[in-house]
């Protein structure tokens, strides 16, 4: 059944309509089901075989979707595929497919561009398509709008268009439904369009005035950690040249009622968007000769993070009359953030793939991420349960909650925490090192 051309706003606002959405991975999947608890219809395309058969057999790869929720969204009709055609029948298509960067930190566009092409090949009268893959402002009037009008659709007559950021924060409780949603169209109708499909979704909408707007909103946001990111890290290696406590410096900071959120330094910047989206703003702005000078200076010191926590490894070894090279170093944690077992851009293999290459003899303790995955990447993985007697350093680099601290406090001689988490759980001793 086509959408109403008449009246869509009506439309997507009254009716029992379907969502489709294209890549299910950590976005497009939650979002997926989110429309499928709303009592909307649901088709999820990937171009993953692997993928869709799990998903078809109600086997979750995203962590914030369970099993059980995937058997249910089945139950109630919602079809897991590979071939595009079954888009047809969706009112409305969300594309949700990566956009990372490729060689010389520039943005690959060619999962969008690929994308682009299946909109092209599928999409009807009627339906809405929305973009929520994090992108440089314009990606939508660049890519998405000349793909439909060389399939001979007229925008706002018989197809709308529009851009919505996704915010996912995979591992938080806070889910897809509960987000406040900003969204931007094509063009006004497009807009209003997409605002009625998105009220289905989420309670809380937010309406920009365009599809730039949008798309600069979530460069907006991941810029704004990026930079404060890079602000903390910076600050943390001079506190240790100062022989200052950052951590202590931040508690106390953060009893100011105003003007201040604290951020934490770490390992470097992972996952993927605050390492990835600052440079999409970057990229652009070099296209319109403007020159981005916080995000350049935090994308320096953020990126360089990993080095420098390799090298305060080698200098609390060195105190100890102890080589990197031939050490055991026992790492915990592999992810880019706590209690999820995603290592994409994750700061922590760059710590460990730098003192692989000094020399060190690394292990690997995460129990989120799993023996399997930690294999595939090149290290020796090591359980809760198995003896640490060989490892003669600990670093801590991903501070799930899973983790029995203590006991490695315990067990092992020398301890490096670029996390905090042994200051904040209230573990004490002389074998503790903190960033």
């Avoid at 009627?126 to 440089?136: C, D, K, M, N």
């Avoid at 319109?288 to 200098?315: C, H, K, L, W």
């Avoid at 790492?331 to 999820?340: M, P, Q, T």
């Avoid at 023996?371 to 600990?394: F, N, T, W």
Wanted: with cysteine; hydrophobic share 40%; glycine share 8%.
């Amino acid at each position: 059944e086509l959408a109403d051309l008449r009246d869509p706003v009506r439309f997507f606002t009254e009716e029992t309509w379907t969502a489709g959405v294209l890549g299910l991975g950590y976005v497009g999947l939650p979002l997926l089901l989110t429309a499928s608890d709303a009592g909307l219809g649901g088709v999820g395309f990937d171009v993953s075989p692997a993928r869709v058969s799990a998903l078809q057999q109600s086997h979750s790869m995203v962590d914030d979707v369970s099993d059980r929720q995937l058997r249910e969204a089945v139950e109630r009709g919602v079809i897991f595929t590979t071939d595009e055609h079954d888009l047809v029948r969706a009112d409305a298509l969300f594309i949700c497919v990566p956009s990372p960067l490729g060689r010389n930190r520039q943005p690959d566009l060619s999962y969008i561009e690929a994308v682009a092409g299946t909109i092209e090949r599928v999409a009807r009268r009627g339906q809405l398509i929305v973009l929520e893959s994090t992108t440089y402002p314009g990606t939508t009037e660049d890519i998405l709008a000349p793909a439909l009008r060389r399939a001979g659709h007229e925008m706002d007559n018989d197809v709308y268009l529009a851009f919505s950021p996704e915010r996912v924060s995979p591992g938080d409780e806070l889910k897809t439904a509960a987000i406040p949603k900003v969204v931007g169209g094509f063009s006004p109708l497009s807009g209003d369009v997409a605002e009625a499909a998105y009220r289905r979704l989420v309670p809380d909408i937010h309406r920009v005035s365009s599809a730039r707007a949008a798309e600069m909103t979530k460069l907006l946001e991941n810029t704004y950690r990026a930079v404060n990111i890079g602000l903390i890290n910076e600050l943390a290696q001079l506190a240790h040249e100062l022989d200052i406590d950052i951590w202590e410096v931040i508690d106390a900071a953060s009893t100011k009622p105003f003007g201040f959120q604290p951020f934490y330094p770490g390992p470097g910047v992972g996952g993927h968007c605050i390492p990835l989206d600052p440079q999409y703003l970057a990229w652009r702005a070099r296209e319109a000769n403007f020159t981005t000078r916080f995000i350049d200076a935090a994308e320096q010191v953020n990126s360089r993070m990993p080095m420098y926590n390799a090298d305060r490894v080698a200098g609390i070894l060195n105190e100890q009359g102890m080589p990197v090279q031939g050490t055991e170093i026992l790492a915990i944690g592999v992810s880019y953030k706590k209690d999820i077992a995603d290592d994409r851009e994750s700061a922590a293999l760059g710590v460990l793939d730098e003192l692989k290459r000094r020399g060190a003899a690394i292990s690997v303790l995460d129990p989120v991420v799993g023996s399997e995955r930690i294999s595939s990447l090149g290290y020796k993985p090591v359980e809760m349960g198995d003896s640490l007697d060989h490892c003669q350093m600990a670093v801590i680099l991903t501070d799930h909650s899973t983790i029995d601290y203590q006991l490695i406090v315990d067990a092992v001689p020398i301890i490096y925490d670029t996390r905090g988490v042994l200051r904040r759980l209230g573990i004490e001793s002389s074998k503790v090192t903190t960033l």
